[in-house]
C-alpha cells in the first residue's frame, strides 16, 4: 500500500498548523517566552488558589442567601480585613465570578444540561424547602418566582465546579514552576506537554457538589451525574474565557440598535485569546483585577524582565497581559492537542487528514486572535 503525503494547507494561518502538526506550540519556542510563560503562570497558580478556595467558600456555605455582604472574607471576619477589603488591598475575586458567570451564561456540555435536567430539579427543591423553613419571606418569594432560587443553585453550582477545576489548574502551575527551578522545563512545548499531562491526568477527575445543612447532605452536583474534570470543566472554560467571553461595560455599546455586539453569542471573541492588553486599567475591564493580583505575586526573573522595558513598570499591567495572553495559547495549544481526534504526529495518512480538518477548524476562530501579535519579536510596549 503506497503511503501518500499530506499537501500543505492553504489556510491563512498555516504556519500554525505546521506548527501543531510538528510537535510546536501556537507560540514561538525561545528561552525569553519560555522564562515569561513559567513565570507568569506561577503568579497564576497563586491567584488560582485563592480564587479555588473562595469560589468553594461560596458555594458551600453562602448559598440561597439573598445578601452575601461577607462572601469574600472565607468566614474570617474582623476588623483588619474589613478596612483592607474597602480600600481593595486584598485580591479581587470578582474576576472570578466574572469567569463563572461567564461560563454559566454561554454554557455547553453535561454539566449545562445535567442543570436544565429533571433530577437537579428535584435535587434543589429539597435543599430549598429545608433552607427556607421557618422564612416566610422568603417561601412567599419562592412561591411567586419559583424559578428564582433553583437558578441560584445553578449558579452555585458553577460557582463550585470552576473551583474545582482551578483547583487542578492550580498546582499543575505550581508544579510546572518547580520543574522550570529544577532544570526540567526548558522550551515551550515542554510546558505545552506537562499541562497537556496535567489535564489528561485529572480528565475523569469527578466534578461534584454536596452541601451540608442540618446534619443531612444534599446533593446538587451527585457522582451519579457523571460529570468530569476535562469535557464538563474544562473545555467550556476554554470556550467560555479564552475564546467568547463577555462585552466589556464601558467599552461597546449594548444598544441593539448600534450592532456593536454580535446577536449569536457563539460569534463573541471578547476571550483572553482576543483581548488588546491596552485597554487593562480602564473602568469596567475585567481583566484589570486579575493583572492587579498577579502584580503582587511576579517571580523576580520576571519582574527583572519588566524593569527592563523602556517605560520599566510604568505600563506593568500592560506588559503582565500581554506575557499571559501568551502563556494563555500556550494552554490553549494544550487543549487543542489533547481534544485533538489522533495524536498530531501520527504518520497514518487517514489520521493525518482528520487532524488537519480539525486544526483547520481551529485556525478558523485563531483568524481575528492575537497569535500572530504575540509571535513578533517583541510584544513588550514601547
Known amino acids: 500500500m503506497t503511503q ?3 499537501v500543505p494547507s ?7 498548523i505546521q506548527n501543531l502538526e510538528a510537535g510546536q506550540a501556537l507560540l514561538a519556542d525561545s528561552p525569553e517566552n519560555t522564562l515569561e510563560v513559567v513565570g507568569i503562570l506561577k503568579s497564576y497558580g497563586v491567584i488560582l488558589d485563592a480564587y479555588s478556595i473562595n469560589l468553594q467558600h461560596i458555594a458551600h456555605t453562602q448559598y440561597l442567601k439573598l445578601f452575601p455582604f461577607f462572601k469574600y472574607f472565607n468566614g474570617n471576619i474582623n476588623g483588619d480585613r474589613l478596612l483592607k477589603h474597602w480600600w481593595h488591598n486584598r485580591i479581587n475575586y470578582e474576576y472570578a465570578e466574572y469567569c463563572m458567570k461567564a461560563m454559566m451564561w454561554h454554557g455547553g456540555g453535561k454539566l449545562d444540561e445535567y442543570l436544565d435536567g429533571a433530577e437537579f430539579k428535584v435535587n434543589v427543591k429539597k435543599l430549598i424547602k429545608a433552607k427556607i423553613k421557618g422564612n416566610p419571606f422568603v417561601q412567599l418569594l419562592n412561591q411567586i ?3 428564582f432560587l433553583p437558578e441560584q443553585m445553578r ?5 463550585s465546579a470552576l473551583g474545582q477545576f482551578w483547583r487542578v489548574m492550580a498546582d499543575i502551575f505550581f508544579n510546572l514552576s518547580d520543574r522550570y527551578d529544577r532544570g526540567e522545563i526548558k522550551t515551550i512545548p515542554a510546558v505545552v506537554q506537562h499541562i497537556q499531562d496535567g489535564l489528561v491526568a485529572d480528565a475523569a477527575r469527578p466534578i461534584v457538589y454536596r452541601v451540608e445543612l442540618g446534619g443531612t447532605s444534599y446533593d446538587v452536583l451527585p457522582p451519579s451525574a457523571n460529570l468530569a474534570f476535562l469535557m464538563e470543566t474544562a473545555v467550556p472554560y476554554v470556550e467560555a474565557v479564552f475564546f467568547r467571553g463577555t462585552p466589556f461595560p464601558g467599552t461597546i455599546s449594548y444598544n441593539a440598535q448600534a450592532g456593536q455586539i454580535p446577536p449569536d453569542q457563539s460569534l463573541f471573541t471578547y476571550g483572553a485569546l482576543y483581548a488588546d492588553p491596552l485597554p487593562v486599567g480602564g473602568a469596567g475591564i475585567p481583566p484589570t483585577l486579575l493583572m492587579q493580583d498577579m502584580r503582587h505575586f511576579l517571580p523576580d526573573y520576571l519582574r527583572q524582565i519588566y524593569q527592563a522595558s523602556l517605560r520599566q ?6 506588559q503582565i497581559c500581554e506575557t499571559f495572553q501568551k502563556s494563555m495559547f500556550c494552554v490553549t495549544t494544550a487543549a487543542i492537542r489533547g481534544l485533538a481526534p489522533h495524536p498530531l504526529e501520527t504518520d497514518n495518512p487517514q489520521e493525518q487528514e482528520a487532524n488537519r480538518a480539525y486544526l483547520e477548524s481551529w485556525m478558523d476562530r485563531f483568524l481575528t486572535s492575537r497569535v500572530e501579535i504575540i509571535n513578533q519579536p517583541s510584544t513588550m510596549a514601547d
Request: without cysteine; negative net charge; hydrophobic residues 40%.
Open 145 to 147: 418566582f419559583p424559578e
Open 313 to 318: 513598570e510604568g505600563d506593568l499591567l500592560v
Open 4 to 6: 501518500t503525503t499530506l
Open 155 to 159: 449558579m452555585m453550582a458553577y460557582y
Open 10 to 16: 492553504r489556510h491563512p494561518l498555516r504556519e500554525y
